[in-house]
Every structure is written in structure tokens, then in C-alpha cells.
């Protein structure tokens, strides 16, 4: 039961003098922490981690630790407004919440009466774990067309994972692994999904072996005990050569292969395709250190991946994905105790089932946008961008008449940023759910204010594959600022969907727990909840595949008429792709690294986290900036064959010279503009989304790899 069991929370409350504390778990990235929220005279006063939760054990990062300067900001959206004037001016009327969900309700129907239910798209970003409800009242208003980041994020992991073994794979860090290979992944930075930094440099302290794969010197680089510095969009080649020498070696579980595993022969034929002398010239790692790498993965046991988005946001996100399952099933590693373990949730209606997916007609379904192109993705109801854009300005295959966008800012997160700009300004009509006036928001109609975690109640993790469930408290309310649940909730109720919506969000909180046989008032008492925690099910059940086995040749994708085997493709833009295009533009771009602090596009307004990052920072080797004229802390210009953009140069010895590191999501609240400087610094202006490009099941848009340009920024101004 709910209690307080470290006496430092309460000799806190006496000694600052409190009023009281609020157990809670934080949601300022992708959650989970767990939180002591101090609260004096109706406002929070300090945050704090909480030694007891089993997901940071008392360890907060900087942007937890700044909530409250989230919640108390002076700009921040209370109440809701409706827009005066043409798009982008910058006018805003207050309006009431029933005006405002009477507006929305009242363009869905008619645009539903005139061209469908798919001619409405409803979109989130990375998530306030919202995703539920938004596909639940997508799917019940017959709109098959949901706008999410899972095309390039965290969907195909368990799109992929799905069809190779059942379920998602997760470190189990409490079993202390003997050996972490981290890949395209910063864990102690960006905190993602289903894990947190602290356990991972708790099990280094602990005497785990450290691969690290990424093209760029990170601090776990600097503990590793090998580094494979690949060339920017040559991962799948690079885990064909990993593969290579486990299968040749022998290094892999015999019994594993024997009794589980589909697919076995024609995978080690695309194996030996990749021969160490082929992976070499592809990845620019000598082999010598592949094999290394290879050996110690294999031979310490539990091995495992800590992996992220910087191996999904590529035309090989898929492949990726599952190419680094085969290294950790081959390995004997899947469900051992200390490996990659498929947890089970405890017993609770899951996201599919409270998402109402089931309960989407078929005929709609078949109308989703891109589903016949990336049949994957469809398959989990997750769309690629850019067949929504093409739907508002070709109209083609149909026309999108409306956006609703809750949790997101696709004008600083997708690619192509001027052809996004394009779509919302054109698009009829546009709904927006935030904190602030983002710039996506600039261009809608109508701006609802959403509640941050500390303003509402709700299961933490609960759509996560770690097998927890955590209580959210609310400590605070701040104006007319509703969360994006309890939003829905109303405006589901406006559009004839009354029968699957209750009378205040509390309601579905309790349907999400009615099958523990508790309601919300139970699990609110309660510290968390953890589903059955049993290792290598798969031996006595199988694996939740068609073959009941772990697909090396997935049968999915070969009927739905891919290639069942993993590939490497190169990137659309690349040295070896684009020779002639290398030549104007002689760097490879790398963008996205995380930065602490942000979390994505939000958090520059907040004073502590701005203060970390003042500017948007480009790296650049000091040997490149010496032949480009540039000198570290000038602003230069970063060009692609779409447009340029301006950062301040870093200097940074720590990856290749011919490749520029670019921070992402860059916008500027203190810029009173309309735009908020929004093409500024944005890179997704340079960044391309031809469906060429995509991922060609997923239809994941390749947005971490490019060619560019970058040159001092007087230069340009003294050439004009």
C-alpha cells in the first residue's frame, strides 16, 4: 500500500515546512520515474526522485527535476482560444471548453457527412501516453488514418519484434548482464522508452563489458571496452558482419537454432554474403574489431542490446531492428535471466484492446493511407507522414479535410519541414492540444490547453513491455487546462460515441484495471504493479509467431510479398549512392543526438533546461572546420539540396572528418514572431521524405543520414 518508507520525506516537510508530498511518477520524457512532489501552500515547491521505484531508484534527470517550471510558466496555454485572422497571425480569442469541443465535434461530423471519416487524421508525438485514447476515438468515429512518430520510433521495434518473436524484447538490468553492446543509443541522455540510464551505469559499475556502436565519441564510448565507429547508415551491414562471425565461429546456441528458430538455412546464406572483407568497405570498421566485438558478445553470458531510434529513422529501420534481435536470440540471450526478456504485463485492458482497434470496420481500414505501400506499417495502424501531406495538397488518394494534433509539433519533428508547412497551411481546418503556441500550433484554428503530468491522474507505463504499472498523482490544477484523456473523454461524447466513453476519464481508468478485479481508487493506494516475471517461456510455449518459433525469415513479410530476410540498402544520400551529389555537398550529415534537457521540440522555454543549451550546436571535425573557414563558435550554414538552416559550430575530434553532427527540433520561444524562428534552425529543412527513401515496410523516413554542405555564415552574407 501507498506509504512513505524513507524517512528523509518527512523530515523534509518538517524542515523546509511543506505542507505535504505527493507520491508520483514522472512523465517529462518517456516516464516512469518515480517522484516525491513537495507541495506548499497549494503550489509545488521542489521534486525530488524516490528511492523506492524500481525504475530510477531515486535518480531524476534535469528535465524531471524542472517540472515545476513547466507547469508555473507565464506563457503557457490556460484556457482554450480559437484563432483570429489568417493562419500564422499570431491572433488568439479566448474561448470557453464547450465552445471549443461544440467546434470540433461539429467539423468532424460534417467532414465525416461529406468525405469520410478517413478525410479526418488525428496525430500525437512521442507521447503523454495518449495513444489509446486517440486511436479509440479514431477508430470508433470509422478514421483509419492515425499520424504518429511510431513510422520512425519505438513502432517498428515492436512492429518488428512482433513478427520475429511475439513480443518486445527488454533488458532485464536487475539480472546484472555480463556484456551491454549499445547501439545508436545514448541511454544516459535520453532515457528511452522502456529504460533508464541509471540501472545501465549501475550494471558498468558492476563489471559489465561495454561495445558501443555509433559514429560519434559519446561519454559511454569513453567506458567501452570497444568502440565500432561505423560509417552513418551502415548498421544492417555492420550486424551481418557481427552475425557472420557467430555463425561461422560456431558462437552461437546450438539448441536455440535446433529447437527454436525458423529460417535457418537461407538465413546463413544472406550471412555469408557479408563476408568481413564486404562489411569492412561498407561500415569503415576494420574487421579485426568486428570479430572482437563479435567474440566477447557472444561468449559472455547474458549479453544484451541497449538500442533507440538512431537505428529507425532510416530507410533500414525494420531490417535494423531485426538484425539485432537475431544477435541477441542467436546468443542464447532472449529470455535468460540477466538478457532480453519478454515480460508480461499484469492483467489489465492493454492499449490494442482500449484503442478500440477491433472495432474499426474493415472497409475503413482498407482505406488507410500508404496501407498498400507499407503493408507492415498497417498492419499496426501506424502511417508515414507524407501520405497525409500529399492527401492535403494532391488530394490524392482522397482528400485529408482535417488535422488534429495532440502531443505533437510535426513542423519541427518530420521531415521536409516546408512541404509540412505547406500541408497545415492548407489544410481546412486544424485542432492542436499543447502546453504552448508551438509553431505547429500557430497554424491551427483552435488551441486546447493540455495538462501536464502533474495536473491529472493516470496508469504510468501502462502501454510499455517492461511489465510495470505505475499510479500518477495529480498534485496540481492549473487554469482551465484539461488532460489529453479527459479531452477526449468529452469531445467522444459530442460525436455520438457516448456508450464508449464515461462520465469523467476516471471511469476509463477503471475499465483499464477492471480485469485485476480493482478500480482507480485501489491502484492510487498502491506503490506499483509488476506483471509475472518467468524466464525462457519460450521453451515451453513457443514464440507468438506463425511458426511458434523465432523467425529468421519472417513469414509475415514474405506474404505480404517482401524480402523475409533482412538487407542492407544504402541510405538515398550517401558517398556511395550519390556520387555525383557527394561532390557538391562533401559531408555526411548525422542528425538527432539528444541533448539533456529537451525532449525533442519542448523545454527551450524553461529556464534551467534553456540554460544547458543556449544555442543549437553543429559539431564539425577541427580539420574540416579548418578546410571550411570556419571557427568554433561562429554561425554557419548547414545546406542539403532542400534548403539551409544556421547553427553555432562546435568543434569535435571525436568522430570522422567527413561526417557534421546537427541537433534536431530546434525552435525559439522568446521570439515573439508568429513562426517562433521556426525555419530558423530546424533541420528537418534539409531533411528529405520521398517515398523512395522510406523504410520499405515500414515507411519509416530516413531522416538521421544525409549529404550536405556547411560553410561560415559571413560567407554566405558577404557572397549576397
Not at 470557453?96 to 467539423?107: L, N, P, T
Not at 542464447?332 to 499484469?346: F, H, K, M, S, W
Not at 519541414?417 to 485542432?431: I, P, Q
Not at 570522422?656 to 521556426?678: C, M, N, Y
Request: aromatic share 12%; proline share 6%.
Amino acid at each position: 500500500m501507498l506509504e512513505f518508507k524513507y524517512s528523509n520525506v518527512e523530515r523534509e516537510i518538517e524542515v523546509y515546512g511543506f505542507d505535504y508530498a505527493v507520491k508520483s511518477h514522472c512523465r517529462m520524457c518517456h516516464g516512469g520515474c518515480g517522484v516525491f512532489v513537495y507541495v506548499k501552500d497549494g503550489k509545488i515547491a521542489k521534486i525530488a526522485g524516490d528511492p523506492d521505484c524500481p525504475i530510477n531508484h531515486g535518480t531524476l534527470c534535469s528535465k524531471g527535476l524542472a517540472s515545476a517550471q513547466l507547469v508555473y510558466h507565464p506563457d503557457r496555454l490556460t484556457y482554450p482560444v480559437k484563432r483570429i485572422g489568417h493562419k500564422g497571425s499570431g491572433k488568439w480569442e479566448r474561448i470557453s471548453w464547450d465552445e471549443a469541443i461544440d467546434a470540433i465535434a461539429e467539423r468532424i461530423l460534417d467532414y465525416k457527412d461529406k468525405y469520410g471519416a478517413e478525410s479526418i487524421v488525428f496525430g500525437y508525438g512521442t507521447g503523454r501516453e495518449n495513444e489509446a485514447v486517440i486511436y479509440r476515438i479514431a477508430n470508433l468515429l470509422g478514421s483509419p488514418n492515425v499520424l504518429t512518430a511510431g513510422h520512425f520510433c519505438y513502432g517498428p521495434r515492436i512492429s518488428s519484434s512482433i513478427i520475429t518473436m511475439g513480443t518486445n524484447p527488454i533488458i532485464e538490468y536487475e539480472g546484472f548482464p555480463k556484456c551491454i553492446m549499445m547501439w545508436g543509443n545514448n541511454v544516459t541522455i535520453s532515457n528511452p522508452d522502456c529504460y533508464k540510464g541509471e540501472p545501465f551505469s549501475v550494471a558498468l559499475d558492476a563489471g559489465a563489458k561495454l561495445i558501443v556502436v555509433d559514429p560519434r565519441f559519446t561519454k559511454p564510448a569513453s567506458r567501452a571496452n570497444i568502440w565500432l565507429q561505423l560509417r552513418p547508415g551502415t548498421d544492417p551491414a555492420l550486424a551481418y558482419g557481427i552475425l557472420n562471425v557467430i555463425v561461422n565461429e560456431g558462437l552461437y546456441d546450438k539448441d536455440f537454432v535446433e529447437n527454436h528458430v525458423y529460417g535457418w538455412e537461407p538465413f546463413v546464406k544472406r550471412v555469408n554474403e557479408y563476408t568481413l572483407e564486404r562489411v569492412e568497405e561498407i561500415t569503415w570498421v576494420p574487421k579485426e574489431k568486428i570479430r572482437e566485438a563479435a567474440r566477447l558478445f557472444a561468449t559472455s553470458k547474458p549479453a544484451v542490446i541497449q538500442w533507440g531510434v538512431a537505428i529507425e529513422q532510416q530507410i533500414n529501420c525494420v531490417d535494423n531492428d531485426r538484425l539485432l534481435m537475431f544477435i541477441m536470440g542467436l546468443t542464447g540471450n532472449i529470455d535468460a535471466e540477466g538478457g532480453q526478456v519478454l515480460y508480461r504485463t499484469p492483467p489489465i485492458v492493454n492499449v490494442g484492446q482500449f484503442g478500440a482497434h477491433a472495432m474499426l470496420p474493415r472497409e475503413q481500414a482498407q482505406k488507410r493511407l500508404g496501407g498498400d505501400r507499407f503493408r507492415l506499417a498497417s498492419r499496426f495502424a501506424i502511417i508515414t507522414p507524407k501520405v497525409v501531406w500529399d492527401a492535403i495538397l494532391d488530394e490524392k488518394p482522397y482528400p485529408v479535410k482535417m488535422l488534429f494534433f495532440i502531443s505533437s509539433n510535426p513542423l519541427m519533428t518530420r521531415a521536409n519541414a516546408k512541404e509540412v508547412y505547406r500541408a497545415l497551411e492548407k489544410v481546412d481546418f486544424m485542432a492542436v492540444s499543447d502546453f504552448f503556441i508551438t509553431p505547429t500550433a500557430e497554424l491551427a484554428d483552435i488551441v486546447l490547453p493540455a495538462a501536464t503530468w502533474l495536473e491529472m491522474d493516470y496508469i504510468g507505463d501502462f502501454w510499455k513491455r517492461h511489465g510495470y504499472i505505475l499510479p500518477r498523482r495529480k498534485v496540481v490544477q492549473i487554469g482551465e487546462c484539461l488532460s489529453d484523456h479527459e479531452m477526449l473523454n468529452r469531445l467522444g461524447k459530442k460525436i455520438g460515441q457516448e456508450q464508449f466513453w464515461w462520465d469523467t476519464f476516471e471511469g476509463g481508468l477503471d475499465f483499464i484495471l477492471q480485469p485485476m478485479g480493482i478500480k482507480w481508487n485501489d491502484f492510487n493506494q498502491m506503490d506499483y504493479v509488476r506483471g509475472p516475471v518467468r524466464h525462457f517461456k519460450y521453451r515451453k510455449y513457443g514464440f507468438s509467431t506463425p511458426t511458434r518459433k523465432f523467425e529468421l525469415c519472417s513469414t509475415i513479410l514474405e506474404k505480404m510479398g517482401y524480402d523475409p530476410l533482412p538487407q542492407h540498402r544504402e541510405v538515398p544520400e550517401s558517398p556511395v549512392s550519390a556520387p555525383e551529389l557527394y561532390k557538391e555537398y562533401p559531408y555526411i550529415l548525422i542528425t538527432g543526438a539528444r541533448q539533456p534537457g529537451f525532449f525533442h521540440t519542448e523545454n527551450r522555454q524553461l529556464p534551467w533546461l534553456r540554460s544547458l543549451h543556449r544555442d543549437p550546436i553543429v559539431q564539425i571535425h577541427p580539420d574540416a572546420a579548418a578546410n571550411e573557414g570556419i571557427k568554433e563558435g561562429d554561425w554557419v550554414v548547414i545546406e542539403s539540396p532542400r534548403g539551409k538552416v544556421r547553427q553555432r559550430a562546435q568543434f569535435f575530434a571525436g568522430m570522422d572528418k567527413r561526417i557534421v553532427s546537427a541537433q534536431h527540433a530546434w525552435w525559439f520561444p522568446e521570439k515573439k514572431d508568429p513562426g517562433h524562428g521556426w525555419a530558423e534552425s530546424n533541420i528537418n529543412i534539409l531533411t528529405d521524405n520521398a517515398y523512395e527513401g522510406c523504410d520499405p515496410t515500414f515507411g519509416a523516413t530516413n531522416i538521421r543520414t544525409l549529404l550536405c554542405k556547411i560553410y561560415p555564415e559571413k560567407k554566405e552574407a558577404a557572397h549576397e
